[in-house]
């Protein structure tokens, strides 16, 4: 009976630190793995965030001229101006302007030349900037947060930082990230492990992404490990009987 204790304390120690040790395995949580001293790694997907319907946009406008006070029919463009579900914002004194499909940067030309051409400005000064591009991140504990960005660029790797990283109960091979495409939502896995994540067409993060993991947390791994003691501690219950077993038998031969 006491090698059949020490039997089950010892399996019971090896199933723990098994357990623990490949929750927590470098190769497990590890970033960019593959990626050496000296390597130089092209993204191929450069990403400029595009102005899409629901967005909302900051406009300053200003002037290099001499008459400054010009500009004050416009200054009401500061604050959200938000973009209609056709893809319009309505701006003081020069009205509908259709923005959906256009970088920022793009409008700020488009802004520029009509307050230039329509001889509102001699010398316009525009500036935009978005004011809702948000990243949505859902962990595996059914938590959320919603992670800001200050301007446009939003690289994965950049937004996961801004997180405060992983945990190391959290999946990395399955990071989903999900975004709107044409109407549809689509998904991608990326895998933050190895320097291919980088190559992904959806590394540069557009606003209102999704960002959504499985994570495998201190409270999933305790209810595991509570099964498996149960599990082992049935097994060693069994074991420890057909051996009783077999020793009453033996000696009553």
Known sequence: MMKTTKMKTLLLA????MLVTSCVSPRRINY???MTHGSQIEIENRFEAKIAPYDKLSIKVSTSGLRPELTAPFQDMAGDNMVDINGNVLLPVLGKVHVAGLTRLRL???L?????DGGYLEDPIVIVH???FKIFFLGGDGRGRVISIRDEKAPFLEVLAQMGGLDNYTRRDRIG???EINGKMVMRYLDPRSTDVFKDPFYMLQQNDFIIVDAFNATTALQQFNFWLGFIGTFTSVASLITSIAVFRSVNK
């Open 14 to 17: 090896l199933f723990a630190t």
């Open 32 to 34: 960019l793995q593959n």
């Open 108 to 110: 700020q030309d488009t």
């Open 112 to 116: 520029t030349a009509m307050l230039r």
């Open 130 to 132: 978005f004011t809702n």
């Open 177 to 179: 990230v999900m975004r």
